[in-house]
Nanobody, 114 residues
């Protein structure tokens, strides 16, 4: 019954912004760390941002100062606000829940044109 559904991806010009959302169900959302990862063409899946149950955040160096992760425990959602997007941000973005064994969403494509 665990499910993570991402939305908000799309095509944007360099310098633009997008906001990704992940809606979770099937587990006690509020007690688990949540994160966003991405996989660019030809590269391994990599951490973008993570937020603990208490709200502590960590970011990849490449997105610090541009991206913000947040969560709304009342709505079982985790979001990623992406500003000042760069072409190198182009990737499939995945929502992750740090449940035993790990759980992932289906991914949402973000494409940033130069």
């Amino acid at each position: 019954q665990v499910q993570l559904v991402e939305s908000g991806g799309g095509l944007v010009r360099a310098g633009g912004s997008l906001r990704l959302s992940c809606t979770a169900s099937g587990f006690i959302f509020r007690i688990f760390t949540m994160g966003w990862y991405r996989q660019a063409p030809g590269k391994q899946r990599a951490l973008v941002a993570v937020i603990s149950s208490g709200g502590t955040t960590n970011y990849a160096d490449s997105v610090k100062g541009r991206f913000t992760i947040s969560r709304d425990n009342a709505k079982n959602t985790v979001s990623l606000q992406m500003n000042t997007l760069k072409p190198e941000d182009t990737a499939v973005y995945y929502c992750n829940a740090e449940l035993p064994g790990g759980f992932w969403g289906q991914g949402t494509q973000v494409t940033v044109s130069s």
